[in-house]
């Protein structure tokens, strides 16, 4: 499995931006999907979480503004983040389960401007 992330970027606090993050290889394998992110020095943390059949999962910090969702077609997953924040700037990762293998994608940086 192979994951290409993109759409990243500088937004002002309270804009919004989608990441997209397409999906190739032996896809039929994927559990679940999600975007995680990861400040310089911390440990990489959930953001967001999809399976296959379209069960979600937050993190607290993002619930109500963030929006996970996948385009089966198009083997491509979507994070649309909302009224963004300052403490949203950091470098997210998509990744996806298939059993007990884990892949990931490269990393896209958000950066929120106060």
């Known amino acids: 499995v192979q994951l290409q992330a993109s759409g990243g970027g500088l937004v002002q606090a309270g804009g919004s931006l989608r990441l997209s993050c397409a999906a190739s290889?032996?896809?039929?394998?994927?559990?679940?999907m999600g975007w995680f992110r990861q400040a310089p020095g911390k440990q990489r943390e959930l953001v967001a979480t999809i399976t296959s059949g379209g069960s979600t999962n937050y993190a607290d910090s993002v619930k109500g503004r963030f929006t996970i969702s996948r385009d089966n077609a198009n083997n491509t997953m979507y994070l649309q983040m909302n009224s963004l924040k300052p403490e949203d700037t950091d470098v997210y990762f998509c990744?996806?389960?298939?059993?007990?293998?884990?892949?990931w994608g490269q990393g896209t940086q958000v950066t929120v401007s106060s």
């Open positions: 290889g032996s896809i039929f394998s994927i559990n679940v």
């Open positions: 990744g996806a389960a298939a059993g007990r293998l884990v892949y």
